[in-house]
């Protein structure tokens, strides 16, 4: 996968791997008991969550999520999703809600003295520095993204330990 050049936020991707389900589980398994220090395996269902471990864990360290299903043929179908840490992935959406609210607010506001012809410039000053908080937001986001690349490979490759056939 090639994690460098991707635009989204949150890489997504669709994988078949030619080995059963239960393999997959049972090495799974016995694999979250060997990397415990360095990396936490959470499982629950057909889902596989992949962190950082605690000692190496930074702000920006991402984790992924596995979804496994059976195929009829007897290989698994894999969905897996990159993203940032549900803690910081939660507090960069309350910013973008709050952010999206004021600007709301104000083009009301706005709004309302334009049509009864009151001076509106403070309003529209409120709303272009929303806008760039936006921008600002969505470039701490990538910085945080492009930070946490070097362990979102290390979780790659302990995905492939679990999916190799």
């Known amino acids: 996968m090639d994690l460098d050049n991707q635009l989204p936020l949150r890489y997504r991707f669709d994988k078949v791997v030619r080995v059963p389900y239960d393999t997959l589980m049972a090495r799974c398994e016995s694999l979250k008991t060997t990397v415990e220090p360095d990396y936490k395996i959470k499982i629950s269902g057909h889902h ?15 984790h992924l999520h596995l979804e496994l299903e ?3 043929d007897g ?8 993203g940032p840490d549900p803690v910081l992935w939660t507090l ?3 910013l973008h809600f709050i952010v999206a609210g004021i600007f709301i607010i104000f083009s ?9 012809d009151q001076p509106f410039q403070f309003d529209l000053v409120v709303m272009f520095a929303m806008v760039n908080a936006w921008f600002l937001l969505y470039f701490i986001a990538r910085l945080n993204r492009k930070k946490g690349l070097q362990q979102a490979r ?9 999916l190799e056939e």
Do not use: C, D, Q, Y
């Not at 290989?75 to 990159?82: K, Q, S």
């Open 48 to 62: 596989i969550w992949l962190h950082i471990g605690l000692l190496s864990r930074e702000k920006h360290s991402p």
């Open 70 to 72: 059976k195929m009829e």
């Open 75 to 82: 290989n698994t179908f894999v969905r897996g999703l990159f």
């Open 92 to 94: 960069f959406m309350f």
């Open 108 to 116: 009301m506001i706005a709004f309302s003295k334009w049509s009864l």
């Open 154 to 162: 290390e979780l790659e490759a302990l995905m492939e330990r679990i």
